[in-house]
């Protein structure tokens, strides 16, 4: 669009793409300054559907003049003289339209400038239907990888509970688009994986996924981590250092945990996604980066908008897609099928679950959601000398039922709580519950007398 302008001297210009129903999107809209337009929708829709529907290019000298067109509101509203549109053509349709007008006296479109247009458009046409062909291969591979895919697993992300599903049926559209993604979830319930999933199935797959986990650095820090600094911006800047935008380039740039980045640096980030430009820390020019965002969080980004303590703006801006990732506590229909892949991943598909340790994994709460499963399956596996793990094989705070993690409580009262638990799962079998809790028989008799326990007074 940029070229077309220059090259015609043209004040405006846009790109108008027609669904198939044909319903008219502004894609792109850019002025003889190489600025987006603040208002792409201010173009006359007239010419564009007469454009549409001909399949034909128009040149007016005059639009307000012009018979044709002289009755268009949009026209007369927006003070358009001059426009020249040429269609895209398409295997089937025509796909859109190039427009390009002017609102002063100083550029009259010529036939020289619709020949101009006319000689690109046949090659654009062509760009158009290669991007659409690999987006709908991308697309229907993926439909057909999560048909085909054993155990309700789709590149790693398994279940086959409601919640789950709503999430891997959208993933074939979020990985066919290019457009950013909010990811939000408790931690533990997978939100990097699904962002690389996202990355490794697009068209983005053979460049860098770049990973930054905004709440490991201080402001200023996670500043100079992203955009990087000029050698001298501050004391102990050697040498210039590349940030990690520029490191993620035409790939996926996945920021963790984006609400601990600070309002200032928010400003910065805005203006990546917007223009993709930012500069340097103590640098004056301007350097490029197109990649795509990936953002994930575990807080309410709403919420903290409402506060003022993260910019309204980046919030839409960087939610055009938001996938909402469940806590495992709520798919527990999956919990089998997850401990079956962590085995398989850990190179123990032999290994089977007894009846009463499954029922103590389906029932424990699981503050630390998929991420705790797999350390309690991994746990298990070591724990496990026969081809069953049973209850006694699993971490002690699942055989207890006790999420230490559910109430504010002293250290004393969580051991003493976890003790009485184990205690009575076992039937007060000191040396069984000992070795749950990784303790010796003579430690826990000690701990039994210090707390006052007894069989009778436990319950």
């Not at 005059?62 to 509203?77: E, G, V």
């Amino acid at each position: 669009m940029d070229i077309a302008i220059e090259r015609t001297g043209a004040e405006r210009g846009a790109l108008v793409l027609i669904s198939d129903e044909g319903e008219a999107e502004v894609r792109v809209a850019r002025n003889m300054k190489k600025e987006d337009l603040e208002n792409p929708e201010e173009i006359s829709f007239t010419i564009v559907r007469n454009c549409f529907k001909t399949g034909k290019p128009v040149l007016t000298t005059n639009a307000k003049t012009d018979p044709r067109f002289s009755n268009s509101s949009s026209i007369m509203l927006y003070n358009i003289l001059s426009i020249v549109a040429v269609p895209i053509p398409g295997r089937k349709r025509v796909q859109g339209v190039v427009y390009l007008d002017s609102r002063t006296a100083k550029k009259i479109f010529s036939q020289e400038d619709l020949n101009f247009l006319l000689a690109f458009h046949q090659i654009a046409g062509i760009a158009f239907e290669k991007v659409k062909k690999e987006k709908n291969l991308i697309y229907e591979n993926l439909r057909l990888k999560s048909q085909l895919k054993e155990d309700y697993s789709f590149e790693g992300i398994v279940g086959k509970s409601r919640a789950i599903k709503s999430v891997i049926n959208i993933l074939p559209r979020v990985i066919a688009s290019d457009v950013p993604v909010l990811i939000e979830g408790e931690s533990g319930t997978g939100k990097e994986l699904i962002a690389r999933v996202i990355h490794n199935s697009g068209q983005r797959s053979k460049r860098p996924f770049v990973p930054v986990y905004c709440g490991a650095f201080p402001a200023n820090l996670l500043e100079s981590e992203l955009f990087g600094y000029k050698k001298g911006a501050f004391t102990g800047a050697v040498s210039d250092k590349m940030g990690l935008f520029e490191e993620a380039d035409g790939g996926t740039f996945f920021l963790d945990e984006i609400a601990e980045v600070p309002l200032p640096i928010q400003t910065k980030l805005l203006r990546v996604l917007e223009h993709g430009v930012f500069r340097r820390l103590g640098d004056t020019k301007e350097r490029k980066a197109n990649v795509r965002l990936i953002s994930a969080t575990n807080r309410n980004l709403e919420e903290l908008v409402r506060k003022g303590e993260f910019r309204e703006d980046l919030y839409y801006r960087i939610k055009v897609i938001k996938i909402v990732l469940p806590p495992l506590r709520e798919r527990k229909e999956d919990i089998p099928l997850l401990i079956k892949h962590f085995l398989k991943k850990y190179r123990k598909s032999e290994l089977k679950v007894s009846k009463e340790a499954m029922d103590l994994f389906v029932s424990y709460n699981w503050p630390g959601n998929v991420r705790e499963l797999e350390n309690a399956v991994a746990h298990a596996i070591v724990m496990c000398t026969g081809k069953v793990i049973k209850p006694e094989h699993l971490p002690p705070e699942i055989v207890s039922g006790v999420d230490i993690f559910s109430e504010p409580t002293s250290l004393k009262e969580m051991e003493k709580k976890l003790i009485i638990q184990t205690l009575q799962k076992t039937g007060w079998n000191k040396k069984k519950s000992a070795e749950i809790l990784g303790i010796s028989t003579r430690t826990l008799h000690n701990k039994i007398k210090e707390y006052g326990l007894s069989e009778k007074n436990s319950h």
